[in-house]
């Protein structure tokens, strides 16, 4: 309980990830909406698109994967594999995969381990309301170095983010 408390109290003292271009992304592994493992050891000879978001099923979220299933064929041929990443559970990514026919897994990380590790949990504003969550961030990782991270994630035109 109080290690919880500890991590909670870390992660919210982040504003924004603490890792660059040129970082060794952290190791990871976590299941996916229908329970299959994802590592990063899995994705070694691959473009990842690793992007976290902070909630299914709301305006944002739902617009910046809408954007990346749009031009999914289009990032697969220039090799990037995407794993989406946020705290709901595997039964909400279900029915979000279901809702918007996502092509690319989602990870459950109801336990913000992963989000933790990437640094991507802080202090938002909203509507003039403050509060912890997923700060929307993306990383390319190739070879598990991180090559690209995006932190002004435009949802609506995302894709052209990564591939640019």
């Keep these: ?39 990063l050891s899995m994705y070694r000879d691959e473009k990842l698109v690793l992007f976290f978001y902070p909630k299914d099923n709301t305006p944002g979220c739902t617009a910046e994967v809408c954007n990346l299933r749009d031009h999914f064929s289009e990032l697969k041929k220039a090799g990037f594999r995407l794993l989406g990443v946020s705290a709901d559970s595997q039964k ?4 979000f995969i279901k809702k918007f026919s ?3 897994p989602l990870l459950s990380d109801v336990d913000k381990n992963v989000i933790s590790d990437f640094g ?9 309301r403050e509060f912890d969550g997923i700060i929307r961030t993306t990383f390319v990782i190739e070879k598990g170095i991180i090559t690209k991270v995006i932190e002004k994630v435009k949802t609506s035109d995302h894709a052209k983010q990564i591939k640019g």
């Design 120 to 128: 991507v949990w802080g202090r938002k504003k909203f509507m003039g």
């Design 92 to 95: 909400k990514h279900q029915n």
């Design 102 to 104: 996502l092509p690319f």
């Design 1 to 39: 309980m109080i290690l919880d408390f500890l991590r909670n109290k870390l992660m919210s003292d982040l504003a924004k990830t603490h890792l660059k271009a040129g970082d060794k992304a952290p190791e990871f592994e976590g299941h996916d909406q229908d329970g299959n493992l994802h590592a």
